[in-house]
């Protein structure tokens, strides 16, 4: 069983800047698509970036493009994903979800294409 871990949200000012990591257990991370979705109150979780399972791939929602960069390192079983120019509209509990992969360099933006999640890590964005 795949376990993810995020950690790194808290409370930030619009404008500033904020890392949020994924670790990861479980043998084999490099075969595994990763993903950052977020929600906030009230609404649906929304896809938010995803890496292919060589980081050679990404994909991101257009509310984030050019702000938010999302990237993996296979080495320490951890997905990435920095975040600049924050809004306050940024603001959620962000997760990230992984999914098996065992050929292509494929990305991936439903939930419905992820079949583990972490229990997620609450950003806040004060305007």
């Known amino acids: 069983q795949v376990q993810l871990v995020e950690s790194g949200g808290g409370l930030v000012q619009a404008g500033d800047s904020l890392s949020l990591s994924c670790a990861a257990s479980g043998r084999s991370f490099s075969t595994w698509a990763m993903g950052w979705f977020r929600q906030a109150p009230g609404t649906a979780r929304e896809f938010v970036a995803a890496?292919?399972?060589?980081?050679?791939?990404?994909y991101y929602a257009d509310s984030v493009k050019g702000r938010f960069t999302i990237s993996r390192d296979n080495a320490k079983n951890t997905v990435y994903l920095r975040m600049n120019s924050m809004k306050f509209e940024d603001t959620a509990v962000y997760y990230c979800?992984?999914?098996?992969?065992?050929?292509?360099?494929?990305?991936?933006?439903?939930?419905?294409?992820?079949?583990?999640w972490g229990q997620g890590t609450q950003v806040t964005v004060s305007s």
């Open positions: 890496i292919s399972r060589n980081g050679g791939s990404t």
């Open positions: 979800a992984s999914r098996l992969v065992l050929f292509g360099s494929h990305t991936y933006s439903r939930t419905d294409d992820y079949d583990n």
